[in-house]
Structure formats: C-alpha cells, structure tokens
C-alpha cells in the first residue's frame, strides 16, 4: 500500500469512528436520563412550560427523527458556511446556536491543550533519555519516582498548590483567566491569544497572555509528563541495547549523536503514538485545569453548562470533544506513516 | 515496588475500616475552633466549621475506596467476559465491539465520565458507574490483544480436538494466561478510578457534604486558601496522592516484572 492509499484509507475510516461517537453521545444525552428537559426544571416547571420549549428545542419529534437532525446537522454544510460554526442545536437556557457558544470558548481550550502538550512531551522525552541513558542509577530511580508521582497527582490539586504558591504568596504570576482584566485581549485572528497578539504586534497582550498561560500549562503538562517519561525511557532502554546503536558507537560517533540522532529518532515513533492517544487525557484534564484557574474554555463550559442542566449545550461540548480527539488521533496516524516507512510498504 | 504500593494501598485500608474506633473526634462535628491551625490538640488542624481535620483524613478515604473498587469490579465484570468471548468467536461480532470499544477508549475519559455522572446525578454508585463507563475498554482490548494470539496456540488446539466446549477452552485454557495482564490494568484502573472519583467530586459531582470524604474537603477548603488555613486542602490531597500513588506502584512494579524485555 502506498502512502497515498494509506492516507485515504486511513481519512475514510474516520468516518464510521465518528459517526459511532456521535450515536453514543446522543444516545447517552437523550436515552439514559429520560427527558432533558424535564431534568432542566428539576420537576418545578408547569407542564405547559415543558411541552413548549421541548417544541422548541425540536425534542417533541421521535428519536430517530431527532438522531437524524442532529447528525446532518452537523454535515450541513450551508449552515456552516452561513455561520462559521457547525449546526449543534439551539442552548436550553437561552436558545442560543450551541456551535456559535463553543466555537467562541474553543480557542482557549486549544491554546492551554498545546501549551500543555509542549510542557508534558518536551520535559517528559528529556527525562525519559536521561533516565535511560544512566539505567538504574540515583538519577534513574529519581526521575522514575517523579514520573510515577506526578501521575497520582490529582491535576485540579497540583493547581491549586501553584496558585497558593506562586499566586497568592509570590505574587508573581496571575492565577486566573487568559489575560489581565485590565489589558484588553488581542483582535480574534486564530482566538490563540499569543499568536494573534504576536501576529498584530502586540507586545504586551503577548506578555500577558504567556503569563497567565504558564501556572495553568505548567499543571496539565506537567501531570501528563509522567506517562512520557515512562514511555521514553522503556523505548529507549530496548532501542540502546540494539546492534545498530552500538556499531554507531564502534563508529566513535559522539555520545549525543547516537542517543539523539540514532536511539531516540527510533523510540520517538511510540512516543508520537502516545502524544495522540494522551491528546485526549489532556482534554480530559484540561475540564479540571480550566475550573481550577477559571479558564474561559470548552471544560468551563461544559461544567457551567452542567450546573444550568443544559443538555443540549453538554451534548454540543461533548460533540466538539470527540470530533477534536477523532480529528488528532488522525493527524497522528498519518505523521506516523510518514516518519515510519514500513506502514507505506 | 509492589511490595510498597501493596503496603501503602493496606494501611490506607486499615485506617478507614478502623476511623470510628481510632478517630479522636466525629468527622462530622464541631470539635474545636474555626479553621485552627495544626496543633497538639488538632494535628491536622480544624476546617471552617470547625471539624477535627485528623478525623475527617481517617475517615474520608470511605468514599473513594468504594468508588474505585465498585467500578474496578463492574469494568472487571464486563470488560473480561467481552473480550473473552468476542476476540474469541472472531468474526463480524468481534469486529463491531472492537470498532465501538476502540470509540470509547479514544474519547476524553474524564469527560465521559462527567456526562455521564451528570445524567445519573451524585453519589457512591453513580461515580462508579460513569468511571466503569470509561474504563470497560482497557480491559476488553487487554484481553482481546491476549486471546487474539493464545487462541492460535498448540494446547489451545489440542484442547479444541480432545472435544472441550468453548465455554471451558475460554474458562479453563485461555482466562488463566490472560490474568496476569488483567491484573497490571486493574491496579492502573484503581489509581484512575481514584483520581476520577477526586475530579467528579471537584467539579461537584461527588457524594454531599455531609460525608466525610478527601475529595469533597479539598475541593471545599479551596475557599479558604486566601485567608492561609492551607491545612484544609493539603491533608486530603496527599491521602488521594498516596492512595493512587499506592495503586501506581503496584501497577508499574508489576508491569515491569512481567515485561521479559527488560530483563538482562
């Protein structure tokens, strides 16, 4: 199979995984509680009340009939050229486009998840080769043993520790929002607030943003960091003991050249597995990051969105969630085809 | 490794089966002053309603000891006979689980878990259940990976020819090779359960107020980190860390001795 083939086949079997994951959100949003809506009043609403905005919402029709809009919803095309954002239904607190709702909180979600994934991948491949490098050894044991704590930790309170420390002691670093009140946010290019601040030349935005970035990125990733540094260093111990690492010793290649250049290009390809499958936890930990530094992101407002019972809005959230992940493990997939060439074979 | 996760994992045991006999104060009482600092009296100081901290640590790993255990053991339950007999018949059957699993297994599971829990609403068995939603797939794709090469094995086929139904082939032939995996997933499980359980309750899903629990006095006592009573957060949150640090333990050290390829 060639690469091309590989790609399109690979883009094709997104679809049926996509659209299982539509058919379990839904199935769980409108088949396990019952009723949304009568779950949204929590029983004190008139009767009448609850039958007009069920009308509203469109949720008076049958399932089947509700599955299929909301699943061609999402496909329609016209309404997402018309409004920017894919069709997610209307909110059940205040009717307003869900998709419109999400795609404006989305951006900081995105912003803190790649930060994130920076922090975790880059501290968590380093230790991971140096812990490989110096096999059981003190520095060995010592960066395992961080490696397996940050994984117990719960994220939410590791937070809190560097808000308490470095918010509220230090005073060094702000330990809420995107940026400070009383800077004025850069102009919605991307919605990544320091790359839109970069792009406009807006220096102080960009300080202040990266600022208030840095407590909440530097939880998530370094919580994550665990599992990389696991993952690097077991990859990197069965690579180092192949033939091929000690000819390129025999060769007297430096030390940096074969553990860089030569062991690690070689157990990075896993690593790159990982970085997609953990795509996902990140998101997941990302809902507790972003309640924890009251972050303006998807996790904020699906819990927001919770508190209000809104289930459509949930729904929409946990939609955008899955098509996220769907969309990552498939840039994955493909990255891996074209760093191993025995998939193209 | 093991050994200490083992130990780690036990004491937390023993302490919360022993909280009412051991505990110096009702967890649920006022005991002292307001948010009292550490002291003699107060070890682990006092929370805003004046609650013995010390107590309430002893008894607050009730809920989430449940939790994880009820949901390691619904996983357990559904996920092992699945795979079993799924990966084992092949076919169509086999393929469509895996494709649904594999849905699961991608998805955020924290987020999973929340839309879950938020549907069914707080308590014990509600977490458990949103937590056995997530975590159904490592088990089933643990066996599923196992099975797939134990089931083309010799004595699998002598057994298949000395005439043995499937149900005692799975049971008696192919189960007992597939334990040793399931086990490393099932520790993991319960250091995850635990850390979802912590997170559900964070955001407000978990069990009410009125039962002492880790995850509940941490998230409550955020509140009251401004005015530097930084006692009512930090004792929950390094029982929580040790608790999943114990299963962590257990997990790793036992991947790790199982993993031949590691081993010189």
């Known amino acids: ?345 | 490794m093991v050994i200490a996760g083992i130990v780690i994992v036990l004491a937390i045991v023993v302490m919360t089966a022993l909280a009412p006999w051991i505990s110096p104060h009702d967890p649920s009482m006022e005991a002292g002053p307001v948010r009292a600092p550490p002291s003699f009296q107060f070890p682990m100081g006092t929370n805003h309603l004046g609650f013995d901290m010390l107590s309430r640590t002893m008894f607050g790993g009730s809920v989430m000891l449940q939790v994880s255990a009820f949901s390691v053991l619904l996983c357990f339950l559904i996920g092992v006979p699945l795979g079993l007999f799924s990966s084992y018949v092949g076919g169509i059957l086999d393929n469509a689980v895996s494709l649904v699993i594999d849905a699961v297994y991608a998805f955020p599971g924290l987020v999973i878990a929340i839309a879950v829990a938020a549907v069914l609403g707080p308590g014990v068995v509600n977490m458990a259940l949103s937590i056995a939603v997530v975590y159904i797939p490592s088990y089933f794709r643990i066996v599923r990976s196992q099975v797939l090469s134990i089931k083309e094995l010799t004595y699998v086929e002598a057994a298949k020819a000395s005439g043995a139904k499937w149900y005692t082939i799975l049971s008696d032939y192919v189960l007992p090779n597939v334990v040793p995996s399931i086990v490393i997933v099932a520790t993991i499980n319960f250091a995850d359960a635990v850390l979802t359980a912590a997170g559900l309750t964070f955001i407000g899903l978990g069990v009410t107020y009125d039962i002492p629990d880790w995850g509940w006095d941490l998230t409550n006592g955020r509140q009251y980190l401004s005015s530097g009573a930084w006692w009512i957060i930090f004792f929950p949150g390094l029982m929580i860390i040790l608790l999943a640090l114990g299963f962590t333990l257990i997990g790793e050290g036992l991947s790790e001795l199982l993993n031949p390829k590691l081993q010189r």
Not at chain 1, 79 to 101: C, I, R, T, W
Not at chain 1, 200 to 206: D, E, K, L
Not at chain 1, 250 to 273: H, I, Q
Not at chain 1, 317 to 342: N, Q
């Open chain 1, 1 to 345: 199979m060639g690469l091309r083939s590989y790609v399109i086949t690979r883009i094709l079997l997104t679809i049926p995984t996509l659209l299982l994951l539509l058919t379990m959100v839904f199935l769980v949003m409108r088949v396990l509680p019952g009723d949304p809506v009568a779950l949204h009043f929590e029983k004190k609403a008139d009767p009448w009340q609850v039958e007009s905005m069920r009308r509203q919402l469109g949720l008076d029709k049958p399932l089947l009939t509700q599955y299929a809009e909301y699943v061609f919803g999402l496909i329609d095309v016209n309404y997402f050229l018309a409004h920017g954002y894919p069709n997610l239904g209307k909110s059940m607190s205040n009717f307003d486009e869900v998709g419109g709702q999400i795609f404006s909180v989305f951006p900081a979600t995105l912003e803190l998840a790649i930060y994130s994934m920076i922090i975790a991948s880059v501290t968590g491949i380093l230790l991971g080769v140096a812990a490989s490098k110096s096999y059981n050894s003190v520095l060995d044991q010592l960066i395992r043993g961080l490696g397996t704590v940050t994984y117990a930790v719960p994220v939410f309170f590791l937070g809190i520790v560097f808000q308490l420390i470095f918010g509220v002691y230090l005073h060094w670093l702000p330990t809420s929002l995107r940026i400070h009140p009383s800077v004025p946010p850069p102009a919605t290019v991307t919605g990544l607030f320091t790359v839109d601040s970069i792009l406009q030349g807006n220096v102080i935005a960009f300080f202040e943003s990266v600022k208030a970035l840095l407590l909440p990125s530097l939880t998530l990733g370094i919580v994550l960091s665990g599992i990389f540094v696991r993952l690097t260093r077991t990859n990197m111990l069965e690579t180092l003991r192949l033939d091929f690492v000690t000819a390129a010793k025999a060769r007297g290649l430096s030390e940096d050249t074969v553990t860089y250049g030569y062991a690690l290009r070689n157990a990075f390809l896993p690593v790159l597995t990982m970085m997609g499958l953990q795509f996902a936890a990140l998101l997941g930990g990302a809902v507790l990051t972003e309640k924890t530094f009251s972050w303006p992101g998807l996790g904020g407002y699906i819990l927001d969105r919770i508190s209000s019972r809104d289930y459509t809005a949930i729904q929409g959230a946990v939609t955008m969630f899955g098509l996220v992940v769907a969309l990552v493990s498939l840039v994955v997939d493909l990255l891996y085809a074209y760093f191993d060439p025995r998939i193209r074979l």
